[in-house]
């Protein structure tokens, strides 16, 4: 494997296909990033580019393994700009308006986990498309072996080198990848009692029972702002809990990720009919959303993973697999290199870019970096990792998140 990377890599890196894509697709998002200021520019001129290339690459040049397009472009696209963020943030360059949040509100480094979230449950509707092919529980647990495992990891690696944490983000030993790795188990076990087509019902009255149990007990005050660590729960009582937001946000996730995988790929008017049916939702959800914040006072909450930020979560995502899916019907882009890679390896792209953004910081003081540092550095973080990826694609080494 070790060899393999070695000798095609800098190939990969150096491809004339590769580069332009990263020059179109990524730098535009590090400069996003890092200079706000100018988005509207920025993206205005990337996605003028995008659309310019669209228009004159045939719909022939399609990659045929994977039909579904949009679908790949936007997991791609989520997960990219998550792993931009994770780094990005740790500069003084990145704004500090957009960091994750303490208790409530929303940023943009807050919708990152929700995301990630619903590309996890839209993935797992490949499982759960009849109720007569559920894989087992054995089938679950080792689906899902890996990446508890690497939760495991992060946590001792964490401790052991005292590396900077929030412990009231998740926990003391928590950390996202147990949760990740807990959710297939969880509805594994859920649609050994429910059928799966009641998924989004399901995961939205889950959502409302957890959201009454923060707002009309103590809940939600022992979440935020208890002092108590006496035990096992008390010490990671914030993964535990958000489990629950979590849960139901895969559990809606996958009434949309049935519809993509029962639908017939290559029939225009049914992907139209696809398209109008989330637009209406998409409002729905945005209005829902609206209601929750002005009507019931709610607020969003990414550590508590309330009903606000379930809804929230799935109301940016719907809304971004629309976009996707209005650009595949009326522009046909083929899949781009990048795309196709981060898409297939989602889970070896994220941890690897945890592993590296660690090793930055433990190697040199982010905050004090100069904004050219900062833009070197993000620059070569995604090369690498981008490069790796494709690596593994051309391979075909495959691990699904």
């Not at 809940?219 to 849960?247: C, H, K, M, T, V």
């Not at 550590?303 to 930020?309: K, Q, S, V, W, Y």
Request: net charge positive.
């Amino acid at each position: 494997m070790g060899s393999v990377i070695a000798s095609f890599l800098p190939r990969c890196v150096m491809s004339r296909h590769f580069l332009w894509e990263f020059l179109v697709l990524i730098m535009p998002q590090i400069w996003v990033f890092l200079f706000p200021d100018w988005a509207l520019p920025i993206l205005g001129c990337g996605t003028l580019l995008i659309i310019f290339l669209c228009w004159f690459r045939p719909a022939s040049g399609r990659i045929a393994s994977d039909p579904l397009v949009f679908f790949s472009l936007s997991r791609a696209a989520i997960m990219i700009m998550c792993v931009i963020g994770i780094l990005a943030v740790d500069f003084q360059a990145f704004p500090r308006r957009f960091v994750k949040t303490e208790t409530m509100g929303t940023s943009l480094m807050d919708i990152g986990v929700g995301i990630v979230t619903v590309s996890l449950g839209l993935s797992a509707a490949r499982h759960y498309q009849n109720d007569a092919s559920f894989p087992s529980m054995v089938t679950a647990v080792r689906s899902t072996a890996v990446t508890l495992l690497i939760g495991l990891a992060r946590m001792v690696l964490v401790k052991g080198v005292d590396y900077q944490e929030h412990v009231s983000e998740y926990g003391v030993h928590w950390n996202f990848f147990v949760t990740l790795g807990m959710l297939p188990i969880m509805v594994a076990l859920l649609f050994r009692l429910f059928r799966s087509r009641h998924a989004f019902l399901l995961g939205l009255a889950i959502a409302s029972l957890y959201q009454a149990a923060l707002s009309f007990t103590n809940l939600q005050s022992w979440l935020l702002f208890s002092s108590d660590r006496s035990n096992l729960i008390a010490q990671n009582r914030e993964g535990l809990f958000s489990l629950f937001g979590y849960l139901a946000i895969t559990l809606m996730s996958l009434r949309f990720g049935r519809r993509i995988f029962s639908t017939p790929p290559m029939e225009a008017t049914a992907w139209r009919k696809v398209l109008r049916e989330w637009m209406g939702i998409s409002g729905l959800l945005w209005t829902m959303l609206g209601f929750l914040l002005k009507v019931c006072g709610l607020e969003v909450s990414r550590r508590l993973a309330n009903l606000p930020f379930c809804i929230w979560s799935l109301a940016v995502a719907i809304s971004w697999l629309t976009a996707a899916l209005a650009l595949d019907i009326f522009l046909r882009p083929q899949l781009s290199i990048i795309a196709e890679a981060v898409s297939r390896n989602q889970l070896p792209f994220f941890l690897l870019a945890n592993l590296l953004t660690g090793a930055i910081n433990l190697a040199m003081q982010t905050l004090l970096a100069s904004t050219l540092t900062a833009v070197l550095i993000l620059t070569a973080y995604m090369l690498f990792s981008l490069g790796l990826m494709v690596v593994l694609c051309r391979n075909k080494i495959f691990l699904r998140l």
